[in-house]
């Protein structure tokens, strides 16, 4: 089992950048491929970007492609996502999740377990 917790998150203004960490306790998180969902205000959860075990291979959804980079460092049992030119509508909460079933996808029924999430808000 692990336990994942983020932090990062806050208000930054149209352009701006952020780095989200999300911490994670308990064994074995290098073995767990790892995801970034965020939930904008009225809408469904979004996938963002996933990550398998070791980190060497990545991927973003569209939306944020060129501006999102996933990482980890599993030394320091840390997910990473550095958000850059942030817009308003990458305001929401981001959730990161961690996965033992199906491989990395961007379906959340793949991810066993999630954090508690972060608001990050992109004002105009």
């Known amino acids: 089992q692990v336990q994942l917790g983020e932090s990062g998150g806050g208000l930054v203004q149209t352009g701006g950048s952020l780095r989200l960490s999300c911490a994670a306790s308990g064994r074995s998180f290098s073995s767990y491929y790892m995801g970034w969902f965020r939930r904008a205000p009225g809408k469904e959860r979004e996938f963002v970007a996933r990550i398998n075990s070791s980190g060497g291979s990545t991927y973003v959804a569209d939306s944020v492609k060129g501006r999102f980079t996933i990482s980890r460092d599993n030394a320091k049992n840390t997910l990473y996502l550095q958000m850059n030119s942030l817009k308003p509508d990458d305001t929401a909460v981001y959730y990161c999740?961690?996965?033992?079933?199906?491989?990395?996808?961007?379906?959340?029924?793949?991810?066993?377990?999630w954090g508690q999430g972060t608001q990050v808000t992109v004002s105009s």
């Open positions: 999740a961690a996965g033992n079933l199906q491989g990395p996808t961007g379906w959340a029924r793949d991810y066993n377990y």
